[in-house]
């Protein structure tokens, strides 16, 4: 079941008494205060008694947020920015004027982190799917093959988010033998640099609590495909069935969305506390100003790439490449280096077409190699005789 907050039945006021504790659970801290306080002092956010608070669901113009009067609903209206990056999303804080009729969100206060994609838009934009999220939790299924190309595309976009990857092989109960399940887990750590691994089943219970430990006290957005056992693992993570569970499709492995909208809900404070965001099953997930990430997804190549003979290296056919010189020694996968390129190339690709300045510097790269080329045709062909 969808968690949601009924205005009518939780609603708050600027006339109850404020309690900021119901805020601790949701990662309420002194610099979420000091950035409320300095967001309150601007006179474009000033309205009577505002109110901080964490968004835990996002509707069409409205928003759920815990604040320290109570749990209320919130126009968004208000808060329509040209940049797409910057709409009111889960896991924001807030400042609130609860004394709207209806409430509504006055102002965002700065992110720290944000997990997005780019979308499926010819426009180039970018989509927040989290805010402020501490710890990336990419749910792979052990029920499917695995897709080691689209671990590293999770991997490149959390590293970019500024959270903290945590891989989790979801349905290890269905791995027929624990030599197979320690193949699996090594196979996903290669693609994996710096990631901790971990295979879980939520129906045995087995890796929860080590999980659970790792997630302790901090905010997790719950990411994967559809069919990954996002919802099974939130609630065994959340200790009650807060989401709907579905089965999946034998013929692919494949499932329907359970969960359709991003929830905050807090996890059990017996367990360490923290806030959990589940999200939607994602179909497509395009990169978005991924460089940074793309480094650390491939943290081996970017180490190698600095022992290259040249610093412009294409790690393609140049002489003294360290990166291809590993591919031959076999201490490199080739696979991860196809993938790399791959990623790279779709992430300027993105960047070009986002970027008026790199758009222009690649159309001159363009136009210097094709004036190479022609110069190295017009030497290969040698002066041309005058008839």
Not at 278 to 297: H, S
Request: aromatic fraction near 4%; charge should be neutral; proline fraction near 6%.
């Amino acid at each position: 079941m969808s968690h949601s907050t009924n205005a009518s039945s939780s609603s708050a006021s600027p006339s109850a008494q404020l309690d900021f504790s119901r805020l601790a659970p949701y990662g309420w801290d002194d610099d979420w205060a000091a950035a409320y306080a300095d967001a309150v002092a601007d006179a474009r956010t000033a309205a009577p008694d505002p109110l901080p608070g964490r968004v835990v669901r996002v509707d069409r113009g409205q928003c759920d947020l815990v604040t320290p009067a109570g749990t209320l609903r919130a126009d968004t209206e208000f808060v329509v920015p040209r940049d797409p990056m910057k709409v009111v999303c889960t896991g924001d804080w807030a400042v609130v004027d609860a004394d709207g009729a209806p409430p509504y969100v006055r102002t965002l206060l700065p992110r720290r982190t944000a997990f997005a994609r780019s979308t499926s838009s010819k426009r180039s934009e970018g989509q927040v799917l989290a805010a402020n999220v501490d710890h990336a939790l990419i749910a792979v299924s052990l029920g499917a093959e695995l897709d080691l190309g689209r671990i590293e595309r999770f991997l490149s976009l959390a590293w970019s988010s500024g959270a903290s990857p945590v891989l989790v092989l979801t349905k290890a109960d269905l791995v027929p033998d624990t030599a197979t399940l320690a193949h699996l887990t090594a196979d996903a750590e290669t693609s994996a640099p710096g990631v901790q691994v971990l295979p879980v089943s939520a129906e045995t219970g087995e890796g929860v609590d080590v999980l659970a430990a790792v997630l302790a006290g901090g905010t997790t957005a719950l990411l994967g495909q559809s069919g990954a056992g996002k919802s099974t693992l939130a609630n065994a993570l959340l200790g009650r069935s807060a989401q709907t569970v579905q089965t999946i499709r034998d013929r692919d492995g494949k499932g329907r969305h359970t969960t359709t909208t991003r929830n905050l809900l807090p996890l059990p404070a017996a367990g360490g506390g923290g806030t959990l965001i589940d999200t939607p099953g994602l179909r497509g997930v395009g990169l978005w100003e991924a460089e940074e990430g793309l480094g650390q997804a491939f943290a081996e190549i970017e180490e190698l790439a600095a022992r290259c003979r040249f610093h412009d290296c294409a790690h393609d056919a140049e002489p003294g490449c360290a990166v291809l010189a590993a591919v031959e020694d076999g201490t490199l996968p080739e696979r991860r280096l196809v993938s790399y390129r791959k990623l790279l190339r779709e992430n300027v690709r993105l960047a070009a077409r986002t970027d008026a300045r790199l758009r222009a510097e690649q159309r001159q790269v363009f136009k210097q190699r094709q004036a190479l080329g022609r110069h190295m045709m017009e030497r290969k062909r040698g002066p041309r005789r005058k008839p």
